[in-house]
Structures are given as structure tokens and as C-alpha cells.
């Protein structure tokens, strides 16, 4: 990898949100809690979702990791918070497209905005894991808080 | 320091580099610089060639066919197995069993003391012995086989500087204790452990001096520690000694168990299938000896023929200089990485006490982003747990980078990762 693919990768938008680490922190209240690992690097996330009706309203998480795996779920919590699960799913089908593109998916900044950043990140297999960490946990734990949801409305 | 006053390290190294065509690469105009020898070492020529000459000239099955090339085929295949026994000083050549990698090797122990009966027979009471520093493949297997069996799985910890914590081992190594399975050296901390105090304790204990069943995992050994079993003290002889090929400069696909003969034989057999038997018949089968019984299926041919080319590049080498380079280039970099400032190398930081893998942290920066700017100098680093969890959260880490050298390293290379790794910390503004 050459100098430039290497600033490509670690773009400032994500050696930024890797510091800042926005939503970082276990929160109360909360419907589902998840933990995920990368077996193969060690990375960790504990991650939990708090939805109102359909309103994610807030994701909360613990990590351990890269700043690629931090940036990014750093940026996924900015991207979703506050919208419907709706409006969530094409945003997400969007991040996994893109990651799984091999580098060859032209990301959309209008649906991604700032996780247009991992596209550098998308190219090198060995990171792509890392992007998706967050993500993967996120898509867990909206599931299972949507069953929980489900259940408690079917009393 | 000026690097060709470096003493201990091999005399004729630019020569030994050209045997090594991969380090010739380049990424992008920058040079290769491999320090990742730990997870796989590269392979000489010699390797390449006389795998290419088997698969050209000699390719068929063994010890089944009766034609003029399966006779060169099995002759090239039992020749990789003394190549081996010469390697380790086997007491006896059949004693060298081929399995696919170490993590075979040492499960086919675990598994066929599981299925053992009689004075081998693990059960309710009895104890297995390992340390906190294995790879996973010295933990699993063991976890697998007490679960199974209801024994209890105990472990050695690690003192503060990263040796074995030998102190309570009166208390570990009992009457109670059937098996004792341990790292020689370790693939993340670099630590030699003390294999003839503990084989010679293990040896010792139980009735009538029945003694517990020592296995060795030489995976980081067999490439830079001279090992001869057959000069060893019978007491400090383990009972079995598992090693992979891919990182002694042989293939991949190929790896070592050594047993003792009286236990191989009293063990039940392992895989079931070709080769391994005596005769078979609807009801039941009788088994082959030692090695076969414990070799079913077709072998990795090439690969066992491959491996013992490889061995014997080593041992042209010669070991004793080969430890002698990986010691100067140990010493030569742990005293490179003191300068890097926010480095703290996990592990004993004396070079002649230690192997060649160097597992470190820097302070603010995660080693995967570590590997991944030393990529982009063209050096090869690893960077995650190392297949050893337990050893990193004895230490409070999540993972290491780790820097791992060979007889092909030279001091110019370590210089190349010291300024990478200011490099690494200015690219993170840390510096």
C-alpha cells in the first residue's frame, strides 16, 4: 500500500470521529444489548439500542479497537440516531453494500454522508471486518429490540 | 551501533538472503522488509525446487503403488521423515508421525488419551497442566478433552516480566496430574520456558513413578533452538513434541508430532482409514504399527518431502549459528524499539533469554493501525492477539504488534521498523 492509499484509508473524518468517539459510553434506557467480537483481531463492541415506537433514540457502546472500527461506529451513531428504522434500513443496506463492494461500489453521499469515508477501507480486505464491527452489532441489536418491542405489544 | 560489527549474526547472511527469492519483492518501488517469520517463515529455493522436481518427475501415491514411480515417491516421503528425525535427534525414526500443521499434532494427543484406557485413562480426579502463555492450539484441545472426561484443566501464570511463575509448581504438578502440555517458547512473549525442570517434575510424580505424560508444543522452537531429544536426559525427555512445517522454511499443509514409542503404541488410533491398518474385515480392523497407525488417508506427499528439504537447509545452516543470528537481531532490536518513545515490548527484554518474536504496544495508536502504516513502508509486522488471548489479558491488553526475525533478517531491516515506527507516530501526530 502506497503513501496516498494510505491517507485514502485514514482520512481525517475518521482519524477525527476515532479521537472523539461520538455516543461512546453504556446508557440507560435501552431494549437490547449486544456483544460482538472479531475473532480473528480481537476487536470488541458492547452495544446498545433504545428505540421510541420506531425512533432509534439512542445507540450506546462500549469498544475496543482500531480507529477504523471506532470511527465507525462513531459515525454510524451520528448517522442514525434520531431517524425511523425506516429511514434507517437504506442507510445501513447502503454502509454493507459499500464495505462488501471491494471497492469497486461508488458510495452515495446523499444516503451515507460521512461514512463515505470507509470506502479507502472497503478496498483492503483485512479492515473491512473492522468497518463493520459497529454496524453488525447495531443490525443485532435493532432486531432483537424490535422482537422485544413486538412481544411486549402482543400482550 | 554500526550493524556489521553486530556479533552472533550469520556470516554469510547476504548469501542466505538469496536463497529466499520473496525477499526481493517490492511494493510500489518500496523493498519488503519480512518481520512476520513467527506466523509463517519464507522458503528457500532449495524448498520450491525440490517440491517442483516431486510434482515433475516423482508424483504418485505411497506405499501402494508397484510401479518405479511409486516406489521414488514413497522413498522421497519416508526420506522427508528422516530428515525430520534427524532434525529433533529422534531416538527412533518411526517414532515421527506427519499430521496436517501442530494443531493436528497436538490434538491427535489429546484425542487418543481421551479414548485411552488402562494407566492412561483420564477421568473424574485427574488433572491436565498448561500455562497461561500457550497458543490456542495448546489450550483448546485440552479444554475439549477435561470437558469431556471430567477432569480438571489447571494452569501455570506468568510473573510480572513475563517468565513462567514456576513457584507453585509443587502444587500444580501432583499425584493427580495425567498430562503436562506446554509452549517451548512462546509465539507472543518470546519466552524459553524451563521444558527439562518441568518434563523432569512431571516425570516424577504418581505411583511407582508412573509419572505424567509431558507434551511439548516446539512450534516457535523448532526454527531457531537446536533440539536434540535423543541427548536428553531421560527424566527431562517430554513424551511427545509437536511442530508445523510452514515455519521451519518448509510448506505449508505439513506438520510434526514426535512420540515416545511405548506410548504411540499403547495409544489408541487417532484418524480411521487407508494406510492405518493391519487388516479389515466387516466386524473389525487391526491396526498398523507406529508410525502408519496414526497416518490415515494419503499423506501430504509433496509437502513431507518438501519439509524435509527444508530441515535439512537449517541444518546445513546449522542451528547453533541460526540461534546465534536470531539472538544478535533479538538483542539489536529490543534495543531499537527502547527508543521509540510510548513503546513498551510485552515479554523478558534479555535477548539470550528469549526467542526472536518481539510482541510490543505504543501508546495511542491500535496496532492494527500500526500494521497497517508499516504496510504502506513495506514492512511486514502481525498485528492482533497472536492466537493467544489469555496470555494478553494477563498483561491488561486487548492486542500486540508484533515484529518476529529469522536467520534471512538483517540489522538494516530493524532499523527500517524502528523508523517506521516514528514514522507510524508522526502519521498519528503523536509526534
Given at each position: 500500500m502506497s503513501t496516498a492509499s494510505l491517507d485514502s484509508l485514514y482520512q481525517d473524518i475518521i482519524l477525527d470521529h476515532a479521537k472523539r468517539k461520538l455516543n461512546s459510553g453504556l446508557r440507560e434506557p435501552y431494549e437490547a444489548e449486544v456483544h460482538h467480537v472479531n475473532?480473528?483481531?480481537?476487536d470488541e463492541i458492547t452495544l446498545r439500542v433504545h428505540l421510541d415506537g420506531d425512533v432509534v433514540k439512542d445507540i450506546s457502546y462500549e469498544n475496543l479497537g482500531c480507529s477504523i472500527s471506532s470511527a465507525s461506529v462513531s459515525v454510524m451513531t451520528e448517522l442514525l440516531v434520531g431517524k425511523t428504522l425506516e429511514e434507517v434500513e437504506p442507510i445501513h443496506a447502503a454502509f454493507l453494500e459499500m464495505m462488501r463492494g471491494k471497492g469497486q461500489v461508488e458510495p452515495d453521499e446523499d444516503v451515507l454522508e460521512d461514512a463515505v469515508a470507509f470506502a479507502g477501507a472497503a478496498k483492503l480486505t483485512a479492515r473491512i471486518k473492522c468497518a463493520l464491527l459497529g454496524w453488525m452489532a447495531f443490525q443485532d441489536a435493532s432486531a432483537q429490540a424490535q422482537s422485544d418491542t413486538q412481544k411486549e405489544t402482543d400482550k | 551501533m554500526s550493524t556489521s560489527s553486530l556479533p552472533g549474526l550469520l556470516p554469510e547472511l547476504e548469501i542466505v538472503r538469496k536463497?529466499?527469492?520473496?525477499?526481493?519483492r517490492t511494493f510500489e518501488g518500496v523493498p519488503l522488509v519480512y518481520l512476520d517469520s513467527a506466523n509463517t517463515s519464507q522458503k528457500p529455493q532449495i524448498v520450491i525446487d525440490t517440491m517442483v522436481d516431486h510434482l515433475e518427475r516423482h508424483n504418485a501415491n505411497i506405499a501402494?503403488?508397484?510401479h518405479h514411480l511409486g516406489a521414488e515417491s514413497t522413498e522421497a516421503f519416508e526420506g522427508g521423515r528422516d530428515a525430520v528425525a534427524r532434525f529433533i535427534g529422534a531416538?527412533?525414526?518411526?517414532?515421527v508421525i506427519f499430521t496436517k500443521n501442530a494443531s493436528e499434532a497436538l490434538n491427535l494427543v489429546a484425542n487418543t488419551l481421551m479414548w485411552a484406557r488402562g494407566d492412561l485413562q483420564i477421568g473424574e480426579g485427574d488433572e491436565v497442566v498448561i500455562t497461561e502463555l500457550e497458543h490456542h492450539s495448546n489450550i483448546v484441545p485440552w479444554q475439549l478433552l477435561t470437558e469431556r472426561t471430567g477432569a480438571t484443566l489447571r494452569w501455570f501464570g506468568l510473573t510480572?516480566?513475563?517468565?513462567?511463575?514456576?513457584?507453585n509448581i509443587d502444587e500444580l504438578i501432583t499425584?493427580?496430574?495425567k498430562v503436562v502440555s506446554l509452549a517451548w517458547?512462546?509465539?507472543?512473549?518470546g519466552t524459553i520456558l524451563p521444558i527439562a525442570e518441568i518434563t523432569k517434575r512431571a516425570h516424577a510424580v504418581g505411583d511407582h513413578g508412573r509419572g505424567a505424560v509431558v507434551v511439548v508444543d516446539a512450534s516457535q522452537a523448532a526454527p531457531q533452538l537446536p533440539i536434540d531429544l535423543a541427548a536428553m536426559p531421560a527424566d527431562e525427555r517430554p513424551d511427545f513434541l509437536a511442530f508445523t512445517g510452514?515455519?521451519?522454511v518448509g510448506p505449508t499443509g505439513i506438520g510434526v508430532l514426535w512420540g515416545r514409542r511405548a506410548l504411540l503404541e499403547q495409544l489408541p488410533p487417532f484418524l480411521g482409514g487407508?494406510?492405518?491398518?493391519a487388516t479389515v474385515r466387516m466386524e473389525k480392523s487391526t491396526y498398523a504399527g507406529i508410525p502408519h497407525k496414526?497416518?490415515?488417508?494419503?499423506?501430504?506427499i509433496v509437502e513431507a518431502v518438501g519439509l524435509g528439504a527444508a530441515l535439512d537447509y537449517l541444518s546445513h545452516i546449522g542451528l547453533d549459528a541460526i540461534h546465534a543470528h536470531e539472538q544478535a537481531i533479538t538483542g539489536y532490536a529490543l534495543d531499537g524499539l527502547a527508543?521509540?518513545?510510548?513503546l513498551t515490548v510485552l515479554g523478558p527484554l534479555d535477548a539470550t533469554q528469549r526467542g526472536g518474536a518481539i510482541a510490543f504496544e505504543l501508546d495511542g495508536v491500535h496496532p492494527h493501525d500500526i500494521a497497517q502504516v508499516l504496510d504502506s513502508q513495506g514492512i511486514a509486522v502481525r498485528a492482533g492477539h497472536h492466537c493467544a488471548k489469555p496470555a494478553h489479558a494477563r498483561f491488561g491488553v486487548q492486542a500486540s504488534t508484533r515484529m518476529s526475525s529469522y536467520l534471512y533478517t538483517t540489522p538494516g531491516e530493524i532499523d527500517a521498523l524502528i523508523e517506521g515506527l516514528e514514522y507510524t507516530r508522526r502519521y498519528f501526530k503523536l509526534a
Open positions: 475473532p480473528t483481531c480481537g | 536463497d529466499f527469492p520473496i525477499l526481493e501402494r503403488a508397484m531416538p527412533d525414526r518411526d517414532e510480572d516480566d513475563g517468565q513462567l511463575d514456576v513457584s499425584e493427580r496430574t517458547v512462546s509465539n507472543m512473549l510452514h515455519k521451519t487407508g494406510e492405518m491398518i496414526f497416518e490415515a488417508g494419503t499423506p501430504p527508543t521509540v518513545p510510548g
